[in-house]
C-alpha cells in the first residue's frame, strides 16, 4: 500500500501543445510573452507550416532584429513546477547573428530561469541559468544542429539534477540549486533567430 501510494504522489501531469485549435497571426491561448535584454518586443505567432510534425500549424517567432543580447520568451500561463521537464520539436529557420530555439524551466521572472538552448550556427546545445537578466552556462555539448529541419530538445530537472536530450538522445547532465522554487515553462530564442516550435510537452513531477 505505501509503495502504490507512492507511486500516485510522483504521477507527472503532461500537457502537450501543437497549436491546431490556435488562431493564426495570434500568440496561442494562455501564452504570455516575454523579452530577456535590449531590443523590440518579440513576435509569437501560430501560423500554418508544410511540413509540420503534427496537423498544419505551428508556433513562430518571426521578429529578426540583430540585437546580439535579445532573448524572446513564451511562457505558457497554465503550467508551473519545481520538478518535472519541458520539451519541443523546433526548426532554425534564418538568422544572422543565431540560429537558435530552446526550452526554458522554473521560470520566476523574465530575468531568472533555467534554459536549455540549440544552435544552428553554433552546433551545439547548452544549459544555462539566466540570473538578473545575465546568462550563465554550466553545461554544453556539441551536436549537429541542422537549419531548416525539425529537432528535438529536451530539459529535465529533479531537485539540483538536470538533464537535457536532443533528437531523443541524452546528451547531457549537470547540477545547480541557483532556482529551487517552482516556475513557469516555455520556449526562448535569441537575437534574430526567426524558429518554428511543435509538440510542445510539460511535464509536473511534483508531489501531488
Known amino acids: ?25 495570434k500568440t496561442p491561448d494562455g501564452f504570455t510573452t516575454a ?13 500554418e ?10 508556433l513562430a517567432q518571426t521578429s529578426a532584429e540583430e540585437t546580439d543580447g535579445r ?3 513564451c511562457l505558457s500561463d497554465r ?16 538568422g544572422k547573428i543565431d540560429q537558435a530555439g530552446g526550452v526554458v524551466l522554473r521560470y ?5 530561469y533555467y534554459i536549455a538552448r540549440a544552435n544552428a550556427l553554433e552546433d551545439n546545445v547548452r544549459l544555462y541559468k539566466v540570473v538578473g537578466g545575465n546568462r550563465r552556462q554550466f553545461a554544453n555539448a556539441n ?31 549537470a547540477d545547480d540549486d541557483t532556482f529551487k522554487d517552482a516556475g513557469k515553462a516555455g520556449l526562448w530564442t535569441k537575437a534574430d533567430s526567426v524558429t518554428l516550435f511543435d509538440d510542445l510537452v510539460l511535464e509536473n513531477a511534483d508531489p501531488k
Open 49 to 58: 507550416e508544410a511540413g509540420a510534425p503534427s496537423g498544419k500549424q505551428v
Open 71 to 73: 532573448f524572446p520568451l
Open 143 to 173: 551536436a549537429k544542429v541542422a537549419a531548416g529541419q525539425w529537432h528535438s530538445l529536451k530539459l529535465e530537472v529533479k531537485g539540483k539534477h538536470f538533464k537535457v536530450a536532443f533528437d531523443d538522445k541524452p546528451l547531457f547532465e
Open 108 to 112: 520566476k521572472d523574465k530575468d531568472n
Open 1 to 25: 500500500m505505501r509503495t502504490a501510494l507512492l507511486g500516485l504522489l510522483l504521477l507527472q501531469t503532461s500537457t502537450t501543445y501543437d497549436f491546431e485549435k490556435d488562431a493564426a497571426g
Open 79 to 94: 503550467f508551473s513546477a519545481k520538478d518535472g521537464s519541458v520539451s519541443v520539436k523546433f526548426k532554425p529557420v534564418s
Open 35 to 47: 523579452l530577456t535584454g535590449a531590443g523590440g518586443p518579440a513576435i509569437w505567432t501560430v501560423r
